[in-house]
């Protein structure tokens, strides 16, 4: 059974960072590309940030690129995301997200590419 688990979320400042962290586990993820969406209250879900199966490939939303960084470790079970920088409108519950194996977009962006789904951590910025 495919188990996402995201960790890392909390309070900060504005300016401040977090380190969002996402264990995978219940097969094999090193041919599965990783992602990380948002949602804030009363809002779709969004696309932050995408990593291919390799780690050589990452996408970014507008909003956050140059202050998140998405990475992956060597065997690919843990999926990280950095953020720095932070502004009150990153407040939402953050989601890391898993492809099915060989999936064939290497940096997918749609909700609709990504079957497996964590339960979400929360991000709060205060100004």
């Known amino acids: 059974q495919v188990q996402l688990v995201e960790s890392g979320g909390g309070l900060v400042q504005a300016g401040g960072s977090l380190r969002l962290s996402c264990a995978a586990s219940?097969?094999?993820?090193?041919?599965?590309?990783m992602g990380w969406f948002r949602q804030a209250p009363g809002k779709e879900r969004e696309f932050v940030a995408s990593?291919?199966?390799?780690?050589?490939?990452?996408h970014y939303a507008d909003s956050v690129k140059g202050r998140f960084i998405i990475s992956r470790d060597y065997a690919g079970y843990t999926v990280y995301l950095q953020m720095n920088s932070l502004k009150p409108e990153d407040t939402a519950v953050y989601y890391c997200?898993?492809?099915?194996?060989?999936?064939?977009?290497?940096?997918?962006?749609?909700?609709?590419?990504?079957?497996?789904w964590g339960q979400g951590t929360q991000v709060t910025v205060s100004s």
């Open positions: 997200a898993s492809s099915r194996p060989g999936y064939e977009i290497r940096v997918p962006t749609g909700s609709y590419d990504y079957p497996y």
């Open positions: 219940g097969r094999t993820f090193s041919t599965s590309s």
């Open positions: 990593i291919s199966s390799t780690g050589s490939y990452t």
